[in-house]
């Protein structure tokens, strides 16, 4: 037994005055005087010792009121386990789309707050709320309704094992404390990284698994480009579903809030499909594609915007070669030829792409300009002439810290080896093929190469394409001169490819969407002017997007500044240069949900359920305090009652 107040226990050494004062009575007799005193000596003796218990015994009734009254003001009472420790309750709340989703009472979330309130209201604990896009420390019951009603879905999805840290990072190591961990979410498997285990926690862990009703839910996956043609773009929607399905979904096209098309989707038995659209390919174009469905909302939205292409601009610097200018075509690039005698220095830190084509010597003064053009990030591509000056190259390749030419060799080589993983050909061949049909060449160069990754390479395992990264920027090293009486390199269906992404792989424009969340690194083919920076901006607030700005591009990092789905314009002085779309994250879309059973199986401190006010009721009566106060102050009523009887009926 414990006692709420127990300093009050110090008025029982009271006790001693009414038990001095009974005793000091007792010594008092009052004599009579009687003719025969012998006749009544035996009933006096009788007598007296009678009335010597009764005395005692109304000692005791009111020592044991006294006693009585004293402890039970000092509030005494029985523990539970856990009732004389601190308690400390830590919630987390799902606040995820998923948590969209219709239960059995509405939205889960809504649902899930609610029940918290409700089941808080009168409780007088703090608690610590931890969301998927902030945490809240050491609020009272009042402070936690209000910051539940507030609470509102986010695009943010947390692993469980981040949520723990953040959990147990919070707590306050105090001995005499009791900590308890409320999950509150969906769990889906999205969720459970690394493989959680609470083994190696020591704190009370209740899972609460929260389930829609209904668990198909179709969503718009993806969007991309199929073909292009001078007047048209065709596309494909890939819509998907959580479960295989008959159904048919109606999909709608928008550009800028402008219907354009209408399709039907209709699964056979499947959880994907794929819809063609076509637009026109004349002008910018906003798109907008949505669908109908129940189950969340997040997902029947999806944007994409086509904006018409900037040309890239390239400038050869050399022999003019035929092939380049079928590969630099007007529609998408600025492309022009110059020999070195006639070359305009100038231009040369306005092009995107310098491409050094069978030069016979690099000269000091071209050296100069393009290690000054490959600092601010241009591209770089280098092809040796087959009477190259090796020691004006070795020079070049130097400045740019590449390596050097260690000799030149006149003898006939395959090219044997492509590298499918290099960004050259990553999205160029579907699938690996043993049987291609490879170029060959009579003269090379040997080279010992710094940094480099090699796209392509000779019989003899040495580069015949290799991609240097310097700096911001990037170099591409060709191995042997590309004339047809050299090699067949040109008449080979590597060609296009090698150019055309040696071109645009440095300008990452190409995506018509984004992810919200993922690492959205996005280069702007834009020449930024000192005194200028580029602000992103959407119908409701505008920010200021890390930038770095290179040769004719800029390379924005939004770093989750952007957590809505929607159109952003990238400006700079009141200048439209380009229109972004971001969508949601489609991970939670597919519905699929953690065994927790399986998962959490023998793991002591781990509690499953889907009941949030049990949880909280067991939590609350775990807590409760066995009070004795009215037990107490029932005995002294009790003792009181005696006294008066043995005054009344023994005359005391």
């Known amino acids: 037994m414990q006692f709420k107040h127990p300093e009050i226990l110090f008025a029982l050494f009271l006790l001693i005055i009414p038990i001095v004062i009974h005793l000091f009575n007792f010594q008092r007799y009052k004599k009579e005087v009687f003719t025969n005193v012998q006749f009544l000596k035996n009933i006096q003796d009788q007598t007296r010792k009678s009335e010597q218990l009764k005395r005692w015994i109304l000692l005791l009734t009111r020592s044991l009121i006294f006693i009585s009254l004293v402890i039970a003001f000092a509030q005494p009472f029985w523990p539970n386990k856990t009732s004389n420790k601190k308690l400390e309750t830590n919630i987390y709340l799902d606040n995820s789309f998923s948590m969209q989703a219709e239960g059995k009472s509405g939205e889960l979330l809504k649902n899930n707050i609610q029940k918290i309130i409700k089941a808080t209201e009168f409780s007088k604990e703090k608690f610590s709320l931890f969301t998927n896009t902030k945490n809240y420390l050491k609020l009272n019951s009042k402070s936690l309704q209000t910051t539940l009603l507030n609470v509102d879905y986010s695009p943010k999805k947390q692993f469980l094992n981040t949520i723990l840290l953040q959990i147990n990072s919070q707590k306050n190591k105090r001995s005499n404390t009791l900590y308890k961990n409320i999950l509150i979410s969906d769990f889906q498997n999205i969720n459970n990284k690394n493989k959680l285990s609470f083994t190696n926690v020591n704190s009370s862990n209740i899972l609460i698994k929260t389930l829609p009703k209904n668990n198909q839910n179709f969503y718009i996956d993806s969007v991309y480009v199929v073909s292009k043609t001078i007047d048209e773009i065709l596309l494909n929607v890939v819509i998907k579903s959580s479960k295989k399905s008959s159904e048919k979904i109606a999909v709608s096209l928008f550009n800028n809030s402008i219907l354009s098309g209408k399709a039907t989707c209709k699964f056979n038995n499947s959880t994907i499909e794929n819809i063609p659209f076509s637009i026109p390919n004349t002008t910018n174009f906003l798109g907008k594609l949505t669908i109908n469905s129940d189950a969340i909302s997040f997902d029947n939205t999806f944007y994409f915007s086509i904006n018409k292409p900037k040309k890239l601009d390239v400038l050869s610097i050399g022999n003019n070669a035929s092939f380049l200018t079928k590969i630099y075509s007007n529609s998408e690039f600025n492309y022009h030829n110059y020999s070195l005698n006639k070359l305009d220095y100038n231009q040369i830190q306005n092009q995107q792409v310098i491409i050094l084509n069978e030069l016979d010597k690099i000269t000091t003064d071209?050296?100069?300009?393009?290690?000054?053009?490959?600092?601010?990030?241009?591209?770089?591509?280098?092809?040796?002439?087959?009477?190259?000056?090796?020691?004006?190259?070795?020079?070049?390749?130097?400045?740019?810290?590449?390596?050097?030419?260690?000799?030149?060799?006149?003898?006939?080589?395959?090219?044997?080896?492509?590298?499918?993983?290099?960004?050259?050909?990553?999205?160029?061949?579907?699938?690996?093929?043993?049987?291609?049909?490879?170029?060959?060449?009579?003269?090379?160069?040997?080279?010992?190469?710094?940094?480099?990754?090699?796209?392509?390479?000779?019989?003899?395992?040495?580069?015949?394409?290799?991609?240097?990264?310097?700096?911001?920027?990037?170099?591409?090293?060709?191995?042997?001169?590309?004339?047809?009486?050299?090699?067949?390199?040109?008449?080979?269906?590597?060609?296009?490819?090698?150019?055309?992404?040696?071109?645009?792989?440095?300008?990452?424009?190409?995506?018509?969407?984004?992810?919200?969340?993922?690492?959205?690194?996005?280069?702007?083919?834009?020449?930024?002017?000192?005194?200028?920076?580029?602000?992103?901006?959407?119908?409701?607030?505008?920010?200021?997007?890390?930038?770095?700005?290179?040769?004719?591009?800029?390379?924005?990092?939004?770093?989750?500044?952007?957590?809505?789905?929607?159109?952003?314009?990238?400006?700079?002085?009141?200048?439209?240069?380009?229109?972004?779309?971001?969508?949601?994250?489609?991970?939670?879309?597919?519905?699929?949900?953690?065994?927790?059973?399986?998962?959490?199986?023998?793991?002591?401190?781990?509690?499953?359920?889907?009941?949030?006010?049990?949880?909280?009721?067991?939590?609350?009566?775990?807590?409760?305090?066995?009070?004795?106060?009215?037990?107490?102050?029932?005995?002294?009523?009790?003792?009181?009652?005696?006294?008066?009887?043995?005054?009344?009926?023994?005359?005391?």
């Not at 997007?545 to 591009?553: A, D, E, G, R």
């Open 366 to 652: 071209l050296l100069s300009v393009l290690n000054e053009y490959t600092a601010k990030g241009g591209v770089l591509i280098i092809i040796p002439s087959a009477n190259a000056d090796i020691n004006s190259y070795n020079t070049l390749l130097s400045v740019l810290n590449s390596g050097k030419i260690q000799e030149k060799k006149e003898k006939e080589r395959l090219i044997t080896s492509i590298n499918f993983q290099h960004p050259l050909f990553k999205k160029v061949f579907e699938r690996k093929i043993n049987n291609f049909e490879y170029p060959k060449t009579k003269i090379t160069y040997k080279t010992s190469l710094n940094n480099a990754t090699s796209a392509l390479k000779l019989a003899s395992n040495e580069p015949f394409i290799a991609s240097i990264k310097h700096k911001n920027s990037l170099v591409y090293w060709f191995a042997s001169p590309l004339q047809n009486n050299i090699t067949n390199f040109t008449q080979s269906p590597l060609i296009v490819p090698v150019f055309y992404n040696m071109a645009t792989q440095q300008f990452n424009t190409s995506k018509i969407s984004y992810t919200i969340g993922s690492n959205n690194g996005i280069d702007i083919n834009y020449k930024l002017p000192k005194d200028e920076v580029l602000t992103i901006k959407n119908d409701k607030n505008h920010f200021i997007p890390l930038q770095t700005s290179y040769q004719n591009k800029v390379h924005l990092n939004f770093q989750n500044q952007i957590q809505k789905s929607g159109f952003y314009k990238v400006i700079t002085q009141n200048k439209l240069i380009t229109t972004l779309a971001f969508n949601y994250n489609r991970d939670e879309s597919k519905l699929e949900y953690m065994n927790l059973e399986k998962t959490f199986n023998g793991q002591k401190n781990v509690t499953i359920t889907n009941s949030i006010p049990k949880v909280f009721e067991k939590i609350a009566t775990e807590q409760k305090i066995n009070y004795l106060f009215k037990w107490f102050l029932a005995l002294a009523v009790l003792f009181l009652l005696l006294e008066i009887g043995l005054l009344k009926y023994f005359k005391l």
